[in-house]
Structure formats: C-alpha cells, structure tokens
C-alpha cells in the first residue's frame, strides 16, 4: 500500500483515533465509506503493519479491529497506558471468565464478600451480565470481555483456554 490511498489511511486514522475496537459499521459511520472499501483497506492495513516491523498491529478482535501495540511490546509501556479496569477488579474478572457462566455465591467463596462491589462494577463497566437465580446471580462475560483483552473469540471454552494459558493453568475442558 502506499501514501496514494486515501481511504485505507481514513480507515487508519479512525482505528487510531478510537482508541478502542471498532466495528465495520461504526468505521462506515465515522468515514462515510462503503462496506467494501472498509475492508479492502483493513486487508491492506493489517498487511502494511505486518511487513514494516513497527511496534504497532492492526488486528481483528471478534467482529471488530483495533490498533493496538504488539504483545511482545506492551509489557514495555503498559504502564503508560490508562487503566479502564482498576486493578483490583482484575482477579474477580478473570475468575468470571474463567469459571464461567458462575454462580456468585460460588465466587463469593472464592475471594471474599468484596466480589458484590466487584461484580457491580464490572456489569457498570459492561464486562460481565449478571441473571438471577434464586438468591443469587449467575454470572458471565460480554462481547466487551475479549475486546477489551484481545482475545480474538467470545467461545466460553477458547476464553477459558486463553485464560488458563496466561495463568500458567493447564485447562480441562
């Protein structure tokens, strides 16, 4: 690709500006090009990142892209990077998402009363949906979960996987 296609770099500067994932639609919406050329431009994006060996992807996360920092990368300056998720929400959404759907009574038992404050949060957050079920709630991750993580499928069994890797925990499924 080069500096003589303009809509390839409109597709760009809308992955850069949001900051976040963007569906086809939203991207539609925000630059007033056709599906199509979206995604001819997205196809060239995500090639043009590959081949320049620059710190930066463009990578699909569910049905949405985002340009992100690569993973070999990111533990560099993650530091610098804002936090949506405050650290001390992280430990009860990644056992939602592991052991998921979850009661919350049985996350309860795993880390404590604090997880009825955790778990409005995350559903303010729109991380995790919460149904009732009796007296409790039953508790899973949002399309917003993988997004968020780059996890490139909303499978409860691929997330559990993907989880059980990052922690170092063989997964049986």
Do not use: C
Not at 73 to 79: C, E, G, T
Not at 136 to 165: A, N, Q, S, V
């Amino acid at each position: 690709m080069n500096e003589q296609d303009p809509e390839s770099r409109v597709v760009e500067a809308a992955l850069f500006s949001a900051g976040r994932p963007l569906k086809i639609n939203e991207i539609k919406d925000a630059t007033g090009l056709s599906e199509n050329v979206i995604m001819d431009s997205l196809e060239k994006l995500v090639n043009e990142y590959d081949g320049k060996g620059t710190a930066l992807e463009i990578s699909k996360a569910g049905e949405k892209y985002v340009m992100q920092v690569k993973a070999e990368f990111a533990k560099h300056v993650v530091s610098l990077a804002q936090k949506e998720i405050p650290d001390r929400l992280l430990k009860t959404l990644a056992l939602i998402g592991y052991h998921q759907p979850v009661k919350q009574v049985d996350l309860m038992r795993m880390i404590g009363a604090k997880v009825y404050e955790h778990v409005h949060e995350l559903d303010a957050l729109g991380l995790i949906n919460s149904k009732k079920d009796g007296r409790t709630k039953i508790l899973t991750t949002t399309k917003r979960f993988p997004e968020y993580f780059g996890i490139d499928t909303t499978d409860r069994k691929k997330i559990r996987e993907w989880l059980g890797k990052k922690a170092g925990v063989k997964v049986k499924l």
